[in-house]
């Protein structure tokens, strides 16, 4: 199951710099263990903003609950969900 997913990233002004530098460097090796699995298929930065749009290749809605609520900055993301499904005039046959 496909979801766009987008992140919009408010990390605190008064957070010590070194507790955000840690968050985002947690942040990053999951995301990296999260592309190489294969569970975060698009990782982009929208230009101009702290946020991202992303897509996610899971097994279930559940799961993405799991992936998302696990995320280091999580409770600094305003986080948007869209399922995604075929579209009838898309010629990507690997899709699903
Ligand atoms: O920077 C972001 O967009 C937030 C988050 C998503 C991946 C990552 O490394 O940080």
Redesign the pocket.
Known sequence: MLFHVR?N?NLPAAMPAEEATRL?LD??AL?HRLQEEGKWRH?W?IAGQ???VSVFDVDSVDELHALLTS?P?LPY?QVEVMPLCRHPSSIRLDDR
């Open positions: 992140m990233v985002k942040e990053k995301a990782l930065r702290y946020a991202n995320l900055l993301m």
